[in-house]
Structure formats: structure tokens, C-alpha cells
């Protein structure tokens, strides 16, 4: 059956290769917050150890709205480690960082999502896309708010 939202083709497509690079970036920062939380040491474990916990477990809803949000567009969503390393902008974690370089990647991680939304956001609104604009909204408001807490613990 064909789409129909009000959204021509070629704006719904722009749109979900858009949310694409979101999911991965998402993705990619989600993974590296999970392995951070299971890796994190030193005198602040407890409150990083939670604090990670806490964004990787928003993250992972997150990365199901997105996808969901491709599909409503009738666009597949990537899906595998493969495409989302294309697509992604977030450096994986090396695997040796102190507790200070995990803040400090994850910060990057969180500004880095934070762009990816606010490219696509223009493309949305210039399409009258209400949800994915929402949508982009919420992510920047959270990774702003996420990036702000990190970077303020290295203060």
C-alpha cells in the first residue's frame, strides 16, 4: 500500500537518511556509555558508574524511537554494526580510558549527536514533519543536558 503523510518522497527519504545517522550515532554512544559503565574505576566509581547506567538506559529507548520514527517515514532502518559504522560519527571507545577520558569521550559523544540532530532538523521542519522534528528536538534537549552534567564533573 502507498505512503501518504502530506510528505513527498524525496523529503521523507532526506529525512529518514537523516534519523539513519542519528540512530547510529546513538547506537555507537550507547554501546560505549554500556561498556564505560562495566569499566569505569577510580574514587568516583559509584556516582559514574550510575551516571552511565542512567544514559545508556535512555539511550536504548531512544535508539528504538528513532528507528521506529525511519519506519513511520517508510524507510528501512539500519540495523547492523556494519551500516552503523558508516554512519555514525561517534569514535568507538579504545578500551583503556581513566574515569576522566570516559567523561571526557562522552561528552564528545553527547555534542556529537547533538549536530546530527540539529543538521537534520531544518530538512524536518522544511517538510512540515512535526514528529521527527519533535523528535530531534527532545534528543538535543536531553544530549545537551547530558553533555552540560559530564562536562561539569571535570570542572
Known sequence: MELNL?????????IAAGLAHL????????????NYHWNVEGPMFNTLHLMFEGQYIELATAVD???E???ALGVKAPGSYSEFAELTSVQEA??????????RQLVIGQ???????????PVAADAN????????TQRM???????????????
Open 141 to 155: 534537549q536531553i544530549h545537551e543536558k547530558n553533555a552540560w552534567m559530564l562536562r561539569s564533573m571535570l570542572a
Open 69 to 71: 520514527r525511519i519506519r
Open 23 to 34: 540512530l547510529a550515532d546513538s547506537y555507537s554512544l550507547y554501546l560505549k556509555t554500556h
Open 6 to 14: 502530506g510528505i513527498d518522497t524525496e523529503k521523507r527519504e532526506a
Open 111 to 121: 555534542e556529537a549527536i547533538v549536530r546530527t540532530a540539529r543538521k537534520i532538523f
Open 65 to 67: 524511537e528513532i528507528a
Open 94 to 103: 579504545e578500551g583503556n580510558e581513566s574515569a576522566d577520558d570516559m567523561i
Open 129 to 136: 514533519d512535526e514528529p521527527s522534528a519533535d523528535l530531534l
